[in-house]
């Protein structure tokens, strides 16, 4: 039985990509390895949304080659973002590749592979970014207790730092029954708890395809579905309607919780970066939603060292993360991309004053997360189980105001027995760095 080994690299919307793919292999008889040097072929699905991202999929695809001379890999794929962006000159240097192909191509994959099987010609196919491919047939790579579920591709809002457009295309809503019968399918087949809305922008889902937003029907229909939480990632804040602040005030499983992208505070900034909003929209929307929803959990993501980023730019930015104490934040310098139309402005910054300053907004972070830690010693919250730490001997798990992989874990001892993907008691004893450390009630 030919054996194939997958590295999916970038965010949770590509791992989904990474899943469909899998699926369509799956079904033509091929079986799966974690062993990189077991594995017959060898497919990678890449990242190119930053100038890191694209050198972590090189580096990869390297060394995964190393595996055509070491392992049993007969056949190297590249798919994904940076395949699909870059495939011309890529095809040319790398090559140890054997087949490239782009954001849409996976259903392709299992007749490609037995043409270069058959053929040993190489093979380079870029699809359409406006094609889209969208199925509900997927093999979990998450832990069986929680999944991502892709509500849209691409994206309209032609930010100038961001070639997510030029990769993925236009926004585009997948049927709204398509949605519900995948959360379904995987809930009753895998026993998913946790299901993780995604998108490049989930709040404009349905604009286009029913005329109106329909997000909040789409919750209220996935609601039905037999999970225990319902998780918003990626609302740009334009449209983080009053309805939907309503429903996740309202709703039993939409947990409180919201992924709000903001990029930046200054006015001078989000216009150089052709965002639709302003400080005073931003703020108001963060109160808005912390006196509708008491107690949410509010993450959003800034870039620092965009190019015209002055001191006093910065300085705007730094105050309005002191002031608004977010529960969790991303900072990311600013990556000069080719075809965005950030890459010919003025202005650009020097990376060792990028990282100062992104080192600056991390340590206040920090501090911020420390404190709102501090305040949960001694309460008892719910924890939902997701594995065991062998090396210090306790349990791990999140609270709803954490997303997996990115946020706080809670390290928890128990006497006796619990289950992956349930809900418990904790009581929680102590901070550990960022994370939190209690016992089972």
């Known amino acids: 039985m030919t054996k194939i080994g997958v590295i999916s690299l970038g965010c949770d919307k590509n791992r989904i990509d990474t899943e469909n793919m899998l699926a369509f292999l799956e079904k033509d008889g091929y079986t799966f390895t974690g062993d990189a040097s077991d594995a017959d072929i060898i497919i990678v699905n890449t990242c190119a949304f930053i100038y890191s991202a694209k050198q972590e999929s090189i580096d990869t695809i390297l060394e995964m080659s190393d595996y055509k001379q070491t392992g049993n890999c007969k056949c190297l794929v590249v798919s994904g973002c940076l395949s699909q962006r870059y495939m011309d000159s890529l095809a040319e240097e790398l090559p140890e590749v054997d087949i490239f192909v782009g954001t ?3 259903r392709e994959l299992p007749e490609l592979i037995k043409d270069f099987d058959k053929n040993h010609s190489k ?12 199925t509900n047939s997927r093999v979990l790579t998450t832990p069986y207790h929680y999944a991502y579920l892709k509500i849209a591709e691409g994206c309209n809002n032609n930010c100038t730092y961001c070639a997510i457009p030029k990769i993925r295309g236009k926004f585009t809503s997948r049927p709204m029954q398509d949605i519900v019968a995948e959360a379904d399918e995987i809930v009753k087949k895998y026993g998913v708890k946790e299901l993780n809305i995604v998108a490049q922008d989930i709040t404009r889902y349905g604009k286009d395809l029913y005329g109106e937003l329909k997000l909040v029907e789409l919750l209220e229909n996935l609601e039905k579905v037999d999970c225990s939480w ?15 602040i309503h429903k996740i005030a309202t709703s039993e499983k939409i947990v409180k919780y919201i992924d709000i992208p903001m990029q930046h505070a200054s006015d001078s900034i989000l216009k ?3 965002r639709h909003v302003r400080q005073e929209f931003l703020q108001n929307l963060i109160d808005k939603l912390r006196e509708q929803v008491p107690n949410i959990a509010i993450r959003s993501t800034f870039i620092v060292g965009f190019p015209g980023e002055t001191e006093e730019d910065f300085n705007t930015l730094y105050e309005f993360v002191k002031r608004n104490k977010f529960d969790k934040c991303g900072f990311f310098a600013y990556s000069k991309e080719d075809g965005t139309a950030a ?3 003025d202005g650009h910054i020097d990376e060792e004053t990028k990282q100062e300053r992104v080192s600056k907004l991390y340590s ?5 997360m420390c404190e709102k830690a501090n305040l949960l010693i001694g309460k008892t919250v719910t ?4 594995e065991v ?3 210090n001997q306790c349990f791990v798990g999140r609270m709803a105001e954490d997303a997996p992989e990115i946020d706080r874990l809670v390290y928890f001892t128990a006497d006796k027995p619990v289950d992956i993907g349930e809900m418990y008691k904790v009581k929680i004893t102590e901070r550990i760095g960022l994370d939190l450390k209690g016992e089972l009630v």
Do not use: G, H, W
């Open 104 to 106: 849409a191509n996976y």
């Open 123 to 134: 093979i380079a196919i870029k699809n359409d970014i406006n094609k889209r491919d969208f």
């Open 230 to 244: 319902i998780r918003l990632l990626y609302c740009y804040p334009e449209l983080v309607t009053d309805e939907l």
């Open 272 to 274: 150089r970066m052709n």
């Open 343 to 345: 890459y010919s402005f």
């Open 364 to 368: 206040l972070q920090e501090e911020i």
């Open 383 to 386: 924890v939902m189980y997701e």
């Open 389 to 391: 730490d062998f090396d």
